[in-house]
């Protein structure tokens, strides 16, 4: 028995994925050919799952919906999926004394966000991103004390803090019960020909 062809998966997403943005975004098929610098019969080919593009005739049209070339080709997604409890990631930390649980089930290019509950006294130790990063930490229960770059602040649920995520930095919990925060890091982009 022969594995199944990925070639012809790739086209019915592309298919798939091309017309539904195409309609989203109010474009006929004529008008995003133009946007694309191809001619009209191409995209339709490519929206019946017929085309086999070239990568110059993918990178035009990832350009033209501002797509990433992953968008355009992996499985269309249902508009809402649940993930349970305990489906997603969760790493153990600082001798299990911290959780960290991913909350990003589908990545975000340049972005992590994850839910982090420390132990009493516990304490975690931040990863210094590149230059440009900038991290949020949002205190949603008990109390978290943020050290960065020599200087600390003591957060109460509620309070956020903002900072340079390349700042060498750490998550401690001083109290007598857990605390949990939330940690969004949007990662600066990699200068260009560093990819």
Avoid: W
């Avoid at 085309?51 to 990178?59: E, F, I």
């Avoid at 401690?172 to 949007?186: D, L, R, T, Y």
């Amino acid at each position: 028995m022969s594995a199944p062809d990925p070639t012809a998966a790739l086209a019915h997403n592309l298919a798939q994925n091309l017309r539904f943005v195409r309609e989203r975004r109010g474009l006929t098929q004529q008008q995003l050919a133009r946007l694309c610098g191809v001619p009209r019969s191409t995209v339709a080919n490519l929206e019946t799952g017929a085309a086999n593009p070239t990568l110059s005739v993918l990178g035009r049209l990832a350009q033209a919906l501002q797509l990433s070339l992953e968008e355009l080709l992996t499985a269309p997604r249902a508009p809402c999926q649940l993930f349970p409890r305990g489906t997603l990631p969760v790493r153990e930390r600082a001798g299990g004394l911290a959780r960290v649980h991913k909350l990003l089930p589908h990545p975000i290019p340049g972005m992590e966000i994850d839910r982090v509950v420390l132990a009493p006294g516990g304490r975690l130790p931040g990863v210094p991103h590149r230059p440009g990063t900038h991290e949020y930490l949002c205190c949603e229960q008990g109390r978290l004390r943020l050290h960065v770059a020599g200087e600390r602040f003591d957060l109460a649920a509620g309070d956020v803090a903002a900072f340079p995520g390349d700042q060498a930095h750490s998550y401690h919990n001083p109290g007598a019960s857990p605390a949990i925060g939330f940690s969004v890091v949007v990662l600066a982009p990699l200068p260009p020909g560093s990819g």
